[in-house]
């Protein structure tokens, strides 16, 4: 199985996971992205380059993970803005201000690869939120500790 990682996973994983306390899990992590297990989106890329020392540095160091979107997956962003209600999925701040909006093209890529999403973001009914899209386009979507356990992580 392919993951496909939002921005809110990443830096939940650098924030929260120290690479000093938690090197087995860095050790899996850093093989995942060696065989393109763990991938990502370009527009993640522009969301996150400058957050925190860390997760610069890695996004910084490998930029192959964040990978630019194909026309097929181009048509399914223009799917899901067709959807009235997900058309929220950009903020107007967002629009406003030119900030980059990935999660219509990490669902996108995960849709074309027929990957698993990987979001902290939780399903709330009507919402515009990624699992929610995931569920309409039939995504398939996981936070941080469900790919843990589908891969069978354990430290």
């Known amino acids: 199985m392919i993951y496909v990682f939002d921005s809110d996973t990443l830096s ?3 924030k929260n996971f120290y690479q ?3 090197p087995s899990l860095w050790e899996k992590f850093d093989n ?3 065989d393109e297990t763990i991938i990502s989106v ?3 890329y522009e969301e996150i380059h400058d957050h925190g020392e860390r997760l610069s540095k890695w996004v910084k160091q ?3 993970v964040f990978q630019r979107p194909s026309p097929e997956e181009m048509g399914l962003v223009s799917e899901i803005f067709k959807v009235s209600h997900f ?3 950009v903020k107007r701040q967002s629009l406003l201000n030119g900030k980059p ?3 219509p093209f990490v669902i996108a890529k995960a849709w074309h690869i027929n990957a698993c999403v990987v979001t902290q973001e939780k399903e709330k009914p009507n ?8 569920k309409h386009f039939n995504v398939d979507c996981t936070d941080l500790e469900g790919f843990m356990e589908r891969e069978n992580w354990t430290f």
Request: net charge positive.
């Open 12 to 14: 939940n994983l650098f």
């Open 42 to 44: 370009s527009e993640v």
């Open 32 to 34: 995942a992205v060696a």
């Open 87 to 89: 058309q929220s999925l």
């Open 20 to 22: 000093s306390r938690f």
């Open 101 to 103: 909006v990935a999660d």
């Open 127 to 134: 919402a515009a939120k990624i699992p929610n899209v995931c």
């Open 62 to 64: 490998n930029k192959k």
